[in-house]
């Protein structure tokens, strides 16, 4: 285990291997979505474990009860020292700090959030899978999505009770991502990504019920058999995902 300090946030790692991409199945009817955001970097030599855990527990949705929705987001702290991620943005770090002034823990790499809840070490699987399953069992609200020509209908209805007011955040992720690393701690590796949100923005706010509707506007260098829309329900006081649903864009069909 090393550490180090960056921007006076420490930076966690825990070096292991990583397995290859295969497709996530459909999830099973009756099966509660459960957002993990992986904070991530490419020069980090402890990411590309994490990064294997959450891509094979999204494949194989092996938690029961639960729908592991992946969103894989690159942090930019971690480029000048030696390698640019090119799916790094100034947003996810801004994201992860946000969380990380709430659980009082300092930001760090691989870090999952397990819907806004719960923090801990991506690589390590066994406490993963626990807060998964733990998060499972959490009320949430109802979120319907379905495609437009062009656009994402959204529809939000039965906050948690205690839930005054939430942030409805609509990302874009792609799956099959990899990378052919040339400097910095993963020189010569390549590397094989869990899902990467390529787009994050809020669509709204709710207090009970709402609508939305997100124009779509997908890049032609995205592959869109990989591309997926995910609308989190995001408590405004307290950080938690009280919400979720995803949506394949490759196929225009409803989902709960």
């Not at 910095?184 to 949100?197: D, S, T």
Request: net charge positive; aromatic share 6%.
């Amino acid at each position: 285990m090393k550490r180090f300090v960056l921007a006076g946030l420490p930076v966690l790692a825990v070096a292991s291997a990583f397995a290859a991409h295969r497709p996530a199945p459909r999830p099973a009817a009756g099966r509660v979505p459960v957002v993990v955001e992986l904070f991530t970097s490419e020069g980090c030599s402890s990411c590309p474990a994490a990064d294997a855990a959450l891509r094979e527990l999204e494949s194989a949705q092996s938690v029961p009860g639960a729908e592991v929705i992946a969103l894989g987001q690159h942090v930019d702290y971690w480029n000048r020292l030696g390698w640019k991620d090119p799916f790094s943005s100034a947003q996810f770090t801004d994201r992860q700090r946000a969380y990380a002034a709430g659980f009082g823990t300092g930001s760090y790499t691989p870090q999952a959030v397990v819907n806004g809840r719960y923090e801990l070490v991506g690589g390590n699987r066994p406490a993963l899978v626990a807060a998964i399953a733990k998060a499972a069992q959490g009320p949430r609200a109802t979120v319907r999505l379905a495609r437009t020509a062009g656009a994402l209908t959204v529809q939000v209805a039965d906050l948690p009770a205690g839930t005054k007011a939430a942030t409805v955040l609509l990302a874009i992720t792609e799956t099959g991502l990899s990378t052919q690393v040339g400097r910095g701690e993963n020189a010569g590796r390549l590397l094989r990504h869990a899902a990467v949100v390529r787009e994050l923005r809020p669509l709204g706010t709710v207090s009970g019920s709402g609508a939305f509707t997100a124009p779509l506007a997908l890049r032609p260098e995205w592959r869109a058999p990989n591309l997926r829309a995910v609308v989190l329900v995001q408590d405004a006081a307290t950080r938690r995902i009280v919400g979720a649903a995803g949506l394949p864009l490759a196929a225009g069909v409803a989902a709960n």
